[in-house]
């Protein structure tokens, strides 16, 4: 496990940036799982500006890992969109170098990322809870493979799905799907960015704390190539 703390979230930003952006600059197709959310907007406001109109990035094809569908609403559901909006749709990145997971074919994910040379590396933000994709406390094992997770899996389920989106009961969904944890474990290499003070009490307990299902990040202990980069806020409780 490497840590890196930068003193502020634009530099955190700008490293897990350079990090992708080194694992593109590879003479073979390059897999990545990349994350939404708020933790990466500055990060894709640097990927854009370094990938735009690069054909030789013609090799990177992404892949996102969880997927929550809106109940009526047609096409991407809120992670796709959400990764269209931030990184897909500025970058003009080719629709054949974007596979997305959804509803229709997450029992399929597994077996489809094998088939494609397996990932190179996936992009993880983590909740102040622990979780990382939709492997929430309660919803998910260590054993689990790629999922599909329902409303009553936990008491405060259908109240996160509303808040996905965006409160509009007309669109929430009875369930999601997410890679679980061993789909995320056979990344090649994982790396995991947080920001903020809201942050620090878990980085400790994940990291340095027991490898305990309570806990979802904690197996990403024992993953032999995981890089954390932290600004000094999220860092906080390392020192």
Not at 80 to 106: C, G, R, V, W
Not at 212 to 225: D, G, K, W
Request: hydrophobic residues 35%.
């Amino acid at each position: 496990m490497k840590i890196i703390i930068e003193e502020n979230y634009e530099k955190m930003s700008r490293v897990t940036a350079n990090i992708l952006i080194g694992k593109m600059h590879q003479q073979k197709r390059v897999n990545l799982a990349i994350t939404a959310g708020s933790t990466p907007v500055k990060m894709y406001e640097y990927l854009v500006t370094d990938t735009k109109n690069k054909a030789y990035f013609d090799n990177v094809h992404y892949y996102n890992f969880d997927e929550i569908p809106f109940k009526q609403r047609r096409g991407y559901g809120v992670t796709m969109t959400n990764l269209n909006n931030l990184f897909f749709k500025p970058a003009e990145i080719p629709e054949s170098q974007i596979h997305p997971l959804d509803e229709n074919n997450y029992k399929t994910q597994d077996k489809r990322i094998e088939q494609d040379g397996g990932l190179d590396l996936i992009l993880l933000g983590i909740g102040s809870d622990g979780h990382y994709c939709g492997n929430l406390p309660g919803t998910t094992k260590f054993e689990d493979l790629t999922s599909h997770v329902r409303e009553d899996a936990t008491e405060n389920m259908k109240d996160i799905l509303l808040s996905e989106v965006g409160g509009d009961e007309h669109e929430r969904p009875n369930f999601y799907v997410t890679m679980g944890p061993k789909s995320v474990m056979q990344a090649k290499e994982i790396v995991l960015f947080a920001t903020g003070k809201k942050k620090a009490a878990i980085i400790q307990r994940a990291f340095f704390g027991p490898i305990t299902n309570e806990v979802p990040a904690s197996l990403l202990q024992t993953h032999p190539n995981l890089t954390i980069v932290l600004d000094q806020d999220a860092a906080s409780e390392l020192y």
